[in-house]
């Protein structure tokens, strides 16, 4: 079976391609390196000893996709491929409607005109928005995103969810990442964004390899118990290998399901910095300072769904999830490098 997948050399993309060659699929990773390097897919390589076949190109560009779809039996696409920072989304939202959801909808005619009419999509817990109350379920409302960057995967679900009303031969699967964490335990693949970071563990990093000088804590008023917000971290190799059973749910039968990516638990930021403080044997420097815009108390997934319908559960804990990432940031402090 040959699976494509989008944005492939990206974070959560490089773990599931290393996962989809483990299992034995062959693996097409396409993306236009705009947030990514090809040494990820070097590694991942090196990793399986397995080959994946890499292309530049970008979800936007149908003849490119034309091209791939001609020249390469696809069973089935996981679609990564997609700008994701809150902020920048902000600044630039044409860029994110049309990065994201204009390349979504090239990349669903490719396939349709292909025949390849499975696939898996990245969606966020952003899409709950910040009125429903953790633990999160799959049928709670969604619709009140909060930024751009959020909108773009809610509409991104619902075109999803069009397409296949409109021809049930269609298999799609909508996984709801909680908040990706940690690295393979190599410690030869990991995440590596560019520029100052926005969310918490690879500020934490740069922190643990002197680029920063200490962690500000945004908040410690929230309704939690020790006052920093709360949210559901997860392992990127539990995610990947949920990846693996939503691509086998496609491959095996039509329909348009929804499915929580999460461990249920909730940790704190400081649960956080302990978790990296142990990892590391010394404190990290801190401050805590105002809350950032937007931010919510807790976020935290009910992720029974997933267990029930695709025999997934995460599996690997706190400790695990930041010893993987110090080990990733260790090895590599300047990440995949220049
Ligand atoms: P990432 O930036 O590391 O990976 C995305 C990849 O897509 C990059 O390699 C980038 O070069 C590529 N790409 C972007 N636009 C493209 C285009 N037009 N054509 C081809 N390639 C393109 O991000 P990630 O953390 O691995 O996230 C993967 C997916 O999961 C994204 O869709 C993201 O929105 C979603 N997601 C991520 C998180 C998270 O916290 N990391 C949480 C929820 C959902
Ligand atoms: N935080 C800090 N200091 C930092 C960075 C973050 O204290 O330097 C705190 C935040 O206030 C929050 C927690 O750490 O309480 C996690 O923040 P992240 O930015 O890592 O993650 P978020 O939960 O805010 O956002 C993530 C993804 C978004 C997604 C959202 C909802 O980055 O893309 O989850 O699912 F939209």
Known sequence: MSILVTGG??????????????????????????NS??????????????????????IRDREALDRVFAQNSIDAVIHFAGLKSVPESWQKPLDYYENNISGTVTLCKAMQAAGCKKI?????????????ESPLREDMPTGKTTNPYGTTKLYIEKILQDTYEADKEWSVCLLRYFNPIGAHESGRIGEDPRGIPNNLMPYIMRVVVGKLPELTIYGNDFNTPDGTG????????????GHIKAVEKVLGETGCNIYNLGTGIGYSVLDIKAGVEKAIGRPLPFKFGPRRAGDIDTCFSDPSKAKAELGWEAKRDLDKMCEDTVRWQLGNPDGYGD
């Not at 050399?9 to 236009?32: K, P, Q």
């Not at 390097?37 to 970008?58: H, L, M, N, Q, Y």
């Not at 898996?120 to 429903?132: D, I, L, M, R």
Request: net charge negative.
């Open 37 to 58: 390097k090809t040494e990820s897919v070097k590694r991942v390589e090196e990793i399986t000893g397995k080959k994946a076949k890499f292309i530049e190109a970008d």
């Open 230 to 241: 709360v949210r559901d971290y997860i392992h990127v190799v539990d995610l990947a290998l």
């Open 9 to 34: 050399a990206g974070y959560i993309g490089s773990h599931t391609a290393l996962e989809l060659l483990n299992a034995g699929y062959d693996v097409i990773i396409l993306d236009n390196l705009c």
């Open 120 to 132: 898996v999509f990245s969606s966020s817990a952003t899409v709950y928005g910040a009125e429903n």
